[in-house]
């Protein structure tokens, strides 16, 4: 049986935490770069595989610092009207390489003529690299992402399916809680900050998914009421 589930509710308090320690550490992670780099330089060679992981291990921090930044800054989104599709096709020129790197097809049957859609572009954008990076991330041998856009009453639908091997239900219940993950070099922020993104948009995000089914992500989002 298919399993679908919306969250949303989960958010709020993430992001007041957010503000203030992403902020504190980052300036700490700065320096500590900067001085880590000084240090490779009077090392012995043969210990530079040290160095190599402390530099990549402080920008991981630093990337899950700013993931988390980018949740504590609502003043800054700037809300147009947008083509929607517009936004989409901008997306998938950003992961066009590694799709095809995994032998990863997108099909698109765009036909055009879909009504524009409030939102902030930057983090629409957002949204859908992350949910197409996640499809890639579940076909490293191939596959197909099938994309479709459509409105549905007064909300424009986007829906990302992929091929993959799905999410039994109590995976999906797990997922858009920080720090989720199944990867070993993933973060589990990726679907908290979709759906934070989609919520300060008055809009959902749904999972449906089940083990060998693959997956599929629809975003609803309201249409533009006025020009
Ligand atoms: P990350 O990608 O860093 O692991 P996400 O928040 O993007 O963090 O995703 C959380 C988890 O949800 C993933 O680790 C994976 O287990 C699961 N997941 C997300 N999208 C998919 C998908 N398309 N197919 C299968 N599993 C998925
Ligand atoms: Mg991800």
Same mark, same amino acid.
């Given at each position: ?47 530079? =595989? =040290? ?11 630093? =990337? ?14 700037? =809300? ?148």
């Amino acid at each position: 049986a298919e399993e679908l589930l919306i969250r949303s509710e989960k958010l709020s308090v993430i992001g007041q935490l957010a503000a203030g320690v992403a902020h504190e550490i980052r300036n700490p992670l700065t320096s500590l770069r900067g001085f880590t780099q000084l240090l490779r330089r009077e090392l012995d060679p043969a210990r530079f =595989y =040290y160095i190599e992981t402390m530099l990549s291990e402080l920008d991981r921090m630093t =990337y899950i610092v700013n993931d988390f930044m980018s949740l504590s800054k609502p003043q800054l989104v700037a =809300y147009r009207n947008h083509e929607l599709a517009d936004t989409l096709r901008a997306v998938l020129l950003v992961i066009e390489s590694e799709a095809l790197l995994h032998n990863i097809a997108v099909h698109w049957d765009h036909r055009g003529g879909l009504p524009p859609v409030r939102c902030d572009e930057h983090r629409m954008k957002q949204v859908f690299l992350n949910v197409l990076k996640n499809a890639i991330d579940a076909m490293p041998d191939g596959g197909a992402i099938h994309l479709k856009m459509e409105a549905v009453g007064d909300e424009l639908l986007v829906r990302i399916r992929d091929e993959g091997p799905g999410m039994p239900k109590e995976l999906i219940e797990r997922i858009g809680d920080p720090f989720f993950t199944t990867k070993s070099d993933g973060t589990g922020l990726g679907l908290m900050i979709c759906h934070r993104i989609v919520e300060a948009h008055n809009g959902s995000i749904r999972f449906s998914s089940a083990p060998g089914a693959g997956t599929t992500v629809d975003i609803l989002l309201p249409i533009a009421t006025e020009t």
